[in-house]
Nanobody, 118 residues
Framework: QVHLVESGGGSVQSGGSLRLSCAASGYTQSSYCMGWFRQAPGKEREGVARIDTDGITYADSVKGRFTISRDNGKNNLYLQMHSLKPEDTAMYYC?????????????WGQGTQVTVST
């Protein structure tokens, strides 16, 4: 059973940087895809970045500023964020293993808050 725990969130000024981490315990399937998502108050959850065997994809809003990566053991997922903007303020979640039958991700973390001030 996979358990995901995010960390690294906090409050930063515009233009600053943060590095989010997602520790995945019990993550033994190297073929699992993983991704980062975020949700701001009053808005729907949106995909931020995704990594799998096919490559890496980013939302247009973060392309060029955010970098997603995994460690060699594939037990940790990272999101390096640069040039942060106030509109990046949201709760950030990591997820693993897309289920095509359910149409959703199998595993979710608890989330970590990112707040960007002017």
């Amino acid at each position: 059973q996979v358990h995901l725990v995010e960390s690294g969130g906090g409050s930063v000024q515009s233009g600053g940087s943060l590095r989010l981490s997602c520790a995945a315990s019990g993550y033994t399937q190297s073929s699992y895809c993983m991704g980062w998502f975020r949700q701001a108050p009053g808005k729907e959850r949106e995909g931020v970045a995704r990594i799998d065997t096919d490559g890496i994809t980013y939302a247009d809003s973060v392309k060029g500023r955010f970098t997603i990566s995994r460690d060699n053991g594939k037990n940790n997922l990272y999101l390096q964020m640069h040039s942060l903007k106030p509109e990046d303020t949201a709760m950030y979640y990591c997820a693993a293993e897309w289920d095509t039958v359910l149409g959703d991700w199998t595993y979710w973390g608890q989330g970590t808050q990112v707040t960007v001030s002017t």
